[in-house]
């Protein structure tokens, strides 16, 4: 018997709802929508979800409530993540989004956003015995998992969102040379329990993106390089054309990264410190393959309700 599920992933960027139908250990997607909510805009380096984005994340659970309608779901997942996390009026979010559309968010601990991340990338990744670094970059935090022979060997979540970043230290447009240095010192410092993790597990020298920076760092580079997509799930991004990319970005300015084949609008502020915390990993770490999977937390979400009827 076919079970129709539905998972709705709050990030802190964009709000995602997929409505699934589970054929025997694969789904089949009915209906997808994804809405730029920017739930971090305005208020996250100060902990509080601001009113217009209150507002606006309210909005859209309205309309995937409604979007819901049209099916008969048999499971349903809501999970909110960094943004309503570290936010202090983060469970009147969840209150009112109750109230207002229905919908019942759980909030998920880092951990449990690192483990269900896991969970989407390791079936779209054929990875196999191969020891590799998993790194989703979302708008409130930022999640790494040091994987092996399938397993898990070691996860955490760092408040280093591209969002957040952006919040914190505002850089002019485009990024000068000393706000460069002061973002990725920051990181550096933040990062010390990856180093440390690498060290224990490594070597490790594969890196796998997940989640939205890392589809526009492929969408901008087979642009730029004039590729084209292979495979379904997963996609090798070469390095030395990242690196070439990243340059760009550094020096864009928001105008310029709008009109940038490959960009999408709701990146083209936040991407430039994305792409410095990847540049950062790849460099500090000597990573020397890059893969992008199609999967990441919700499509883990999806899996997880498929294995726990």
């Given at each position: ?255 310029q990264r709008l009109e940038m084949p490959g960009m999408i609008a709701m990146r083209a502020d ?40």
């Amino acid at each position: 018997m076919s079970m129709t599920i539905s998972v709705i992933d709050c990030g802190t960027n964009t709000f995602h709802l997929i409505v699934a139908e589970q054929q025997e250990d694969n789904f089949k997607i009915l209906f997808r929508k994804n809405i730029a909510v920017k739930l971090g805009e305005g208020g996250i380096s100060s902990n509080k979800i601001a009113p217009a984005a209150f507002g606006r994340g309210i909005d859209a659970l309205k309309e995937f409530a409604d979007d819901m309608k049209q099916f008969i779901i048999n499971k349903q997942l809501c999970y909110a993540t960094e943004a309503i996390r570290r936010a202090a009026n983060g469970k009147d979010f969840v209150e009112e989004a109750k109230k207002q559309s229905g919908i019942m968010l759980e909030i998920i601990d880092g951990l449990r956003e690192a483990e269900l991340i896991f969970s989407g990338v390791s079936h779209a990744v054929p990875f196999g015995n191969e020891k590799v670094l998993i790194m989703d970059i979302g708008g409130g935090s930022t999640e790494f998992v040091i994987a092996g022979n399938g397993h898990i060997l070691w996860r955490q979540s760092f408040p280093l969102g591209a969002a957040l970043l952006l919040d914190m230290f505002k850089p002019s447009d485009p990024i000068n040379d000393a706000q460069e240095k002061l973002i990725t010192e920051h990181i550096n410092s933040v990062l010390i329990p990856l180093s440390d993790a690498l060290t224990q597990h490594g070597p490790v020298n594969t890196l796998v993106g997940s989640a939205g920076s890392f589809d526009t760092f492929l969408d901008l580079c087979l642009q730029r390089f004039s590729r084209t997509k292979t495979n379904t799930t997963w996609w090798l991004l070469e390095i030395e054309e990242y690196i070439k990319v990243h340059q760009t970005l550094l020096t864009s300015t928001f105008q310029q990264r709008l009109e940038m084949p490959g960009m999408i609008a709701m990146r083209a502020d936040m991407i430039v410190v994305a792409s410095m915390l990847l540049n950062y990993v790849i460099h500090k770490h000597n990573m020397n393959k890059l893969l992008v999977s199609a999967y990441a937390l919700k499509e883990g979400m999806l899996y997880f309700a498929m294995k726990n009827k």
